[in-house]
């Protein structure tokens, strides 16, 4: 199948500063990619959906001057955490979604964010 | 997105079948099935998905009922490596960009 990677895999920050996640499509051009946030022994929530050349739709709940998502080529979105605090310490997973009909997204191995 | 219905937890016998139900009664007539999985600290696997006929791939088979109000994923054959947490998810033809919305899934202990 369509390969996602994800940069870093894992990162620790302290409180304050931020942190930038990569998501990449290895061998597809991905229009749509979307992010999703996971705590612990929960499921996948979906923060954002971030379209190429467009500004980034946010779900309800997730504050867009925190998490800034750019989406600047077909291969290629950023989730940038801002003021990083520790409640921000989650697992973070990218999917960007296959662009045939009635097709389905692939996800990226996430990163692991630890705020001290 | 049509909301799923999934047991929390199953066991499956290594070798056996593993079926996992999921009921999506308010599927519209547009959306597809997805079925996902995710081993633990790692991101979702694609696993398959159908519209309404019965599907199968080298991972497992789908099968869509009549009225398309449920769906079973069924692993032929379970391996420990198949212990997971395994989603079923109602969405839209993604050419639209509808996105995948997670439920709490079904967490499939395979034990030997």
């Known amino acids: 199948g369509a390969v996602v990677s994800q940069h870093p895999s894992w990162v620790i920050c302290k409180s304050g500063t931020s942190v930038k996640i990569e998501c990449r499509s290895l061998?597809?051009?991905?229009?749509?990619m979307f992010w999703y946030r996971q705590f612990p022994k929960q499921s996948l929530m979906l923060m954002a959906t971030s379209n190429e050349g467009s500004k980034a739709t946010y779900e309800q709940g997730v504050e867009k001057d925190k998490f800034l998502i750019n989406h600047a080529s077909l291969t290629l979105s950023t989730l940038t955490v801002t003021s990083a605090h520790p409640e921000d310490s989650s697992f973070y997973i990218c999917?960007?979604?296959?662009?045939?009909?009635?097709?389905?997204?692939?996800f990226g191995p996430g990163t692991r964010l630890t705020v001290t | 997105d049509a909301k799923t219905t999934q047991p929390p937890s199953m066991d499956c016998a290594e070798g056996r079948a593993a079926n996992l139900p999921c009921n999506h009664s308010?599927?519209?007539?547009?959306?597809?099935v997805y079925w996902y999985r995710q081993i633990h600290s790692q991101g979702p696997q694609y696993i398959i998905h159908?519209?309404?006929n019965n599907e199968t791939n080298e991972m497992a088979s789908l099968i869509i009922t009549e009225d398309r109000k449920s769906s079973t994923l069924i692993l032929p054959h379970a391996t420990l490596r198949d212990t997971a947490v395994y989603y079923c998810i109602v969405s839209g033809n993604n050419n639209a960009g509808n996105m995948l919305t997670f439920g709490g899934g079904t967490r499939l202990m395979v034990k030997p």
């Open positions: 308010t599927i519209s007539g547009n959306e597809y």
């Open positions: 061998d597809f051009q991905a229009t749509t």
């Open positions: 999917s960007a979604l296959y662009p045939l009909a009635g097709s389905w997204g692939y």
């Open positions: 159908g519209l309404k």
